[in-house]
């Protein structure tokens, strides 16, 4: 049996590269089922060209459906303007599924100093770079695309863009803003690795609809754990299971207070905590 990565799904047809690198289309045997195989697995091809078995995974996303994430690159901008709890529920789930997350502020072009503002609250968090696809920066993309990688976000925050601006041609569809409801409309459908050098792929992805689903495994006092600006004061906290959301003597929430961590992101871990527990009720 030949080994193979799976690079696009479309209904029950597949497409596959093989080591050596032929891509070809194919399908799966009839004993797999086919909605258990998803773009990034690395499979088994049998001798007629089949599908016949899928390789243990080290990670996996139920929507979009893609496996073995080695980086997420999680994109914001001014226009739509930037949802920092989607972003740090992004950031949460890349670090506890064993992904490097990495922070890209495009569309600098249409508001730097908005661009610049966002970078600042996670510089110290995350790798953060600032590009426009309307000028050169954006091969700063480029050099992190390492392994198999995704590109996530809201809508219209020009994920299609990065990847036509990179392959210099127009191979993904661009979303599009509503300024009446000032959201982004989906336009991509089908998730599928583009490859920017050998071993190197980049996929554009179709919204995280079960993205709370997929946190269901971690526990609410786990998720201090993985805010790393709070490690300085949890260690100073007078309580030694503090979830540091309400305590009065609570060092992490007096470093709150006096600037010393990021409120935005602090108000964000809170209802992160509460959307685990909410989670956990049903």
Known sequence: MNKALILKKQADLFTAELEDGRVFDCVARKTLKKD??????RVLIDQDGAIAKVEERKNILIRPPVANIDKMIIVAAPIPKADLYTIDKLILFCKVNGIEPVLCVNKNDVDAKYCEEVAN????????????????????????????????????VGKSSIINALKGEQIAKVDT??????????????????????????????????????????????????????????????????????????????????????????????????????????
């Open 36 to 41: 258990g195989i998803f773009v990034g697995d």
């Open 177 to 282: 803003f509503s300024k009446k409801t000032e959201r982004g409309k989906q336009t991509t459908r089908i998730v599928q690795l583009f490859e920017f050098g050998k071993g190197n792929y980049l996929a554009d992805t179709a919204g995280f609809s079960k993205l709370d689903e997929a946190l269901l495994n971690l526990q609410e006092n786990e998720i201090k754990s993985y805010y790393p600006e709070f490690m300085p004061y949890a260690e100073k906290c007078k309580y030694k299971s503090c979830l540091h959301t309400n305590s009065n003597d609570c060092a992490v929430v007096e470093a709150v207070k006096n600037g010393k961590i990021n409120e935005i992101r602090y108000r964000n871990y809170t209802k992160l905590v509460e959307t685990i527990k909410n989670i956990k009720k049903f």
């Open 121 to 156: 609250i996670y510089k110290k968090i995350v790798k953060t770079i600032i590009i426009s696809t309307m000028d050169e920066t954006f091969v700063k993309i480029k050099t992190q695309i390492k392994g198999i990688c995704v590109l996530a976000g809201q809508s219209a």
